[in-house]
């Protein structure tokens, strides 16, 4: 079975520039998740779905990061004009929707973004 | 609202000596509770979880975590460590019930095990 698929592996950019990761979750995953993981910190949600509706985007910077997955299979994570402040490494985690499994996350190697 | 502190932010022990990493979590509901590791440039692995029943679970390479309500605890644990176990840990609590799915993760412990 394949993992979760995260690409790129990582991105540099000049402050102002635009970046979109991309994610592929495990096959028959419905819920979807994008994890901000700074350096040295634990990771922190973005953003989740459940199939292809958003569920809590409550901590998503709204007025410059956007998430889609209109089939409820890939997701895309967008920032629009990023910041210093966005060096991060990006995770993208899927689990299954049943049962005690859906509590089990499994994430992918993650995007490492530095803005310069 | 969920949380979880993990107090030590580095560890380092010997090689072959017994490791414990400490997780305390806030919860307003009976917690899941879960232990990950982070090798270097590598996602997040799971290595053990607690749902219900026995508060000691097994997990994957030796480990094992124990769950305390009573002091909202959930410390892993290692007999003997390896070089091997060098990497970062990181407690995560979600609460049970609801079809909020939300895992909530500590600022990890980064683990040196020296030879």
């Known amino acids: 079975e394949a993992g979760v698929t995260q690409s790129p592996r990582y991105a540099v950019l000049q402050e102002g520039q635009a970046v979109s990761f991309w994610c592929d979750p495990i096959s028959g995953h419905d819920t979807l998740y994008w994890y901000q993981q700074p350096r040295d910190q634990g990771p922190q949600l973005l953003v989740y779905f459940r199939d292809e509706a958003v569920i809590d985007n409550s901590q998503l910077p709204s007025d410059r990061f956007s998430a889609v997955r209109p089939k409820g299979t890939n997701s895309t994570l967008k920032i629009q004009s990023a910041k210093q402040g966005d060096t991060a490494t990006y995770l993208c985690?899927?689990?299954?929707?049943?049962?005690?499994?859906?509590?089990?996350?499994?994430f992918g190697a993650g995007t490492r973004l530095s803005v310069l | 609202a969920q949380s979880v502190t993990q107090p030590d932010a580095r560890v380092t022990v010997s090689e072959g000596a017994s490791l414990q990493l400490r997780c305390k979590y806030s919860s307003s509901v009976t917690p899941y509770l879960f232990w990950y590791v982070q090798y270097p440039r590598q996602g997040l692995q799971l290595l053990l979880k607690?749902?219900?029943?026995?508060?000691v679970v097994q997990g994957v390479n030796g480990f094992e975590a124990e769950f305390s309500k009573s002091n909202s605890s959930f410390h892993l644990r290692k007999a003997s460590v390896h070089w091997s176990d060098s990497a970062v840990y990181f407690c995560?609590?979600?609460?049970?019930?609801?079809?909020?799915?939300?895992?909530?993760f500590g600022k990890g412990t980064k683990l040196s095990v020296k030879s």
């Open positions: 607690y749902y219900s029943g026995d508060p």
């Open positions: 985690a899927s689990s299954p929707g049943l049962g005690y499994s859906q509590n089990t996350l499994y």
């Open positions: 995560a609590v979600r609460n049970s019930g609801g079809s909020n799915a939300k895992l909530t």
